[in-house]
């Protein structure tokens, strides 16, 4: 199983970006996504959801609104469109392969990114 995230960067703030993460080594189609995120110095913060058909998406509150989680399964690829993008933003963003609630087994090696004026 290999994750690739790519798309980060250097934003200011009201800016915009989208983080995508190439998958491989496993039957895309068949698991649920996420994205998560560390801020530094703190732990893992939960981003995003996706279900396997790309049809379902759940969000946390932080990022509703602002944040778009997209697939598509023919690439195995994910996006994460990012609007409006705020300093508290600013993490390493991970995407990572769903295995039960809140449990995920395969994480990809983050991208970063930071708003900033």
């Known amino acids: 199983v290999h994750l690739v995230e790519s798309g980060g960067g250097m934003v200011q703030p009201g800016g915009s970006l989208t983080l995508s993460c190439a998958a491989s080594?496993?039957?895309?189609?068949?698991?649920?996504m996420s994205w998560v995120r560390q801020h530094p110095g703190k732990g893992p913060e939960w981003v995003s959801t996706?279900?396997?058909?790309?049809?379902?998406?759940y969000y946390a509150n932080s990022v509703k609104g602002r944040f778009t989680f997209s697939r598509d399964n023919a690439k195995n690829t994910l996006y994460l469109q990012m609007n409006d993008l705020k300093a508290e933003d600013t993490a390493l963003y991970y995407c990572?392969?769903?295995?039960?609630?809140?449990?995920?087994?395969?994480w990809g090696q983050g991208t970063q990114v930071t708003v900033s004026s």
């Open positions: 996706i279900n396997t058909g790309g049809h379902i998406t």
């Open positions: 990572a392969r769903l295995v039960w609630a809140g449990e995920y087994d395969y």
């Open positions: 080594g496993f039957i895309f189609s068949t698991f649920d």
